[in-house]
């Protein structure tokens, strides 16, 4: 039986493989262009492509695709045969480092936002030798950047590796000044964790609205929900505990570091969080972990929603980002030690990322927007739309005493007593944990809240560590120029602080008073919908902070703009339309057969004795009666909504238009229709309804 140590990594061609197969010169060579960005020679790109080829075809690969991120959401990949005809008539296996080190996939058929014409149709994929090869079925992957003819970005890969370079640059500035002379790199690393939903692949296929937009569009709620918390880390049923061991098999195999997997708190939601690595992979590793996800589901009958609010009423699914900041050196420079209140060089860039995400929060909310997320965010299971970050006591108090020039006294750390004396004492945190905050410090790192569980990760963090890199080029740029370090490195602290606490909250995020004063006391914002938070991206600051760090220039950056508020559209009219379909083609014929069937009891009731009054079928048919005309009016009504959108021009008004116009009209017709199956007999309903998703799973 294989072990874990020897599964994991298997299907990589991570360090260990490229030290057993590659020369001295040509793997110390590729470790400086991994680790320094030093420029790769053809040479060592054609013995890398020769290694990677031979352990492909030893594993069973028979063909090689560049594996890319392109701004679908989604992956892309197109799968070429390592075959070469041979003059005898044979065919032989050749992989050049041209191969390797270039692609060159369709950029007209990816969505650009006008950065491509559909008649210009060279692309590019350029390969990132810091994220490994990978074998994926019998294809060898290469993970890879897309660019267009031009040159501007066309993913979510080379924009993301730009900001880790501009905060890298930035960070190390900042060292510099504090001694740090050995510190050669400072990277980001996140840890992901993802949540989603199992459900029988039966039950799904049931359901038009699972297959199109993956989510229930109608669902009445069930006698029992989540109210009782029993499902919460609570015993994995079989069936599901079958999938998780494959699923972790899988991944292993990818040199994916999953490590905790458990039951989340609503009916058939479950979680799995990884072990923290570089930014950049992790994003990869989070991409792949969703696709492996759903496959592995297929095998075992199941269908894994990766959707952010899947049922309605019920916890939706998140994707919490751990982020921090660490050298090359081994140090995490988020981590406070034993002593934060002293730990000048923590304090720095503690408030660095405060400072950051204060003034730059429309980005990072905007990074997280989409028509599904737009459901779960202050929906009591996700945070509200205001970000505000949460430090804990002891931080706050540390940050309370410098800016008011005051000793800090210091936080016990108290030993909690169980009452069992077999059980052992431990000590307890000087803080707890604020579930409710969109982006918390948990010890050494920040836990951004906010992602739907099918974005990529890629995203936030790109705009997280461009707004970091940029403060930290601030402080950078002062404290360089001061004649005395400590006194102004105290002042700056003092200074940020002060202007930047606003953003600082340890209570609930789901009060309504906190929402009240975090907009009309303290000024920041509340985007509650797409619409309003793509409008941050185009602002003038924003738009600077991105275009002078290089990390996306303003036209990449409004094409990005055009895609978001396109597909928010897209995925809201396709909603629409299969509402409309479900009303007219299932939900009404359903309906109006049991009314049929109601009215004709009656009839053979009143028939076979006149004196019967039929009290309960004459009731509950005048009331389905009245919900057919509803439903069919509610129908209509979206029908001519969707109609009129037809003449509303450019995205933006389109964007509002549907929110204002549109989701109204979805959520009357779902009202209506929901009620309608709370009195329609069981057997009458055309598909599967919430308790069978939710508890169908055995």
């Known amino acids: 039986m294989t072990t874990v140590p020897e599964l994991f990594g298997s299907r990589v061609f991570d360090d260990r493989v490229m030290k057993a197969r590659l020369s001295g010169n040509v793997y110390n060579s590729l470790k400086q262009t991994i680790e320094a960005g030093k420029k790769l020679d053809l040479s060592v790109a054609n013995a890398v492509a020769a290694a990677m080829r031979d352990w492909a075809v030893e594993n069973g690969a028979t063909h090689f695709t560049h594996w890319f991120q392109p701004l679908t959401g989604i992956t892309a990949e197109k799968h070429d045969s390592f075959i070469s005809p041979a003059p005898d008539g044979r065919v032989i296996m050749e992989f050049s480092g041209k191969e390797l080190i270039k692609g060159e996939p369709d950029a007209s058929s990816f969505p650009s936002g006008g950065l491509r014409a559909t008649f210009e149709a060279r692309g590019y994929t350029a390969w990132d030798p810091t994220s490994y090869a990978f074998i994926k079925g019998k294809t060898l992957c290469i993970p890879t950047a897309f660019c267009s003819y031009g040159g501007e970005a ?187 209140y002293e730990n000048a060089q923590f304090l720095l860039f503690l408030v660095a990322v405060i400072q950051a995400v204060d003034e730059y929060q429309g980005l990072l909310r905007a990074a997280v927007a989409t028509a599904g997320n737009d459901h779960r965010l202050g929906a009591n299971e996700a945070p509200p739309a205001v970000i505000s970050i949460f430090l804990g006591d002891e931080l706050t108090a540390v940050l309370d005493a410098i800016e008011q020039a005051v000793p800090y006294s210091g936080a016990e750390k108290k030993k909690l007593k169980l009452g069992v004396a077999a059980l052992p004492r431990f000590v307890r945190d000087t803080t707890d944990r604020n579930r409710t905050s969109p982006f918390a410090f948990t010890g050494n790192k920040f836990e951004f809240r906010m992602l739907g569980s099918n974005n990529s990760i890629a995203c936030t963090n790109i705009m997280l560590n461009t707004a970091v890199a940029e403060i930290l080029r601030r402080y950078a740029d002062q404290l360089e120029e001061a004649a005395d370090f400590d006194a102004a490195l105290h002042d700056l602290i003092k200074e940020t602080i002060s202007a930047h606490k606003r953003i600082i909250f340890n209570g609930n995020g789901y009060d309504d008073a906190w929402i009240q004063e975090a907009t009309e006391e303290r000024g920041l914002l509340n985007l509650r919908t797409t619409p309003e938070a793509m409008g941050a991206t185009l602002e003038p600051k924003n738009m600077e902070l991105l275009a002078s760090h290089k990390v996306l220039s303003e036209t990449e950056l409004r094409s990005r703009y055009e895609i978001q508020m396109e597909n928010y559209c897209k995925t809201v009219r396709i909603e629409a339309l299969t509402m409309r379909d479900m009303a007219r083609k299932e939900i009404l014929p359903a309906v109006e057969s049991y009314v049929s069937t109601l009215a004709a009891t009656t009839a053979a009731k009143k028939a076979a004795d006149s004196a019967l009054a039929c009290g309960y079928e004459t009731k509950l048919l005048k009331k389905l009666a009245s919900l057919v005309d509803t439903i069919d009016g509610r129908t209509e009504a979206l029908e001519t909504a969707l109609v009129k959108l037809e003449t509303v021009n450019g995205i933006t008004e389109e964007a509002f238009a549907i929110r204002d116009m549109i989701l109204p009209k979805m959520n009357e017709l779902r009202e209506v229709c929901d009620e309608a199956e709370t009195l329609t007999a069981a057997n009458y309903w055309p598909f599967p309804t919430y308790g069978d998703l939710l508890f169908g799973v055995r």
């Not at 499902?231 to 999938?243: E, L, M, N, Q, T």
């Not at 989340?264 to 989070?286: G, S």
């Open 154 to 340: 066309l993913d979510k890969k080379t924009p993301l590796l730009r900001s880790m370079e501009a905060l890298n640059k930035q960070a190390l500035r900042v060292l510099k000044l504090f001694g740090n002379e050995d510190v050669k790199r400072v990277t980001t690393s996140v840890g992901p964790e993802q949540e989603y939903f199992l459900v029988d692949r039966a039950m799904y296929e049931k359901r038009h609205d699972l297959i199109y937009t993956g989510r229930t569009l109608f669902g009445a709620k069930p006698p029992k929900g989540q109210e009782l918390d029993d499902h919460y880390f609570g015993s994995i049923k079989p069936r599901v505990a079958a999938y998780m061991e494959e699923l972790n098999e899988e991944l292993w195999k990818l040199g994916i570091l999953a490590k905790t997997e458990h039951n989340e708190v609503a009916p058939a939601q479950h979680e799995l969080a990884p072990i923290y690595t570089t930014t950049n992979i992790a994003c990869d590793h989070n991409q792949l972990t969703m696709e492996i996800m759903q496959k592995v589901a297929a095998k075992h009958g199941l269908v894994c929603l990766l959707h952010e609010k899947p049922f309605a009423g019920v916890n939706g699914s998140g994707k919490h980002n751990n982020w921090s900041i660490s050298t090359d050196t081994g140090v995490n420079l988020l981590s406070p030690g034993d002593t934060p």
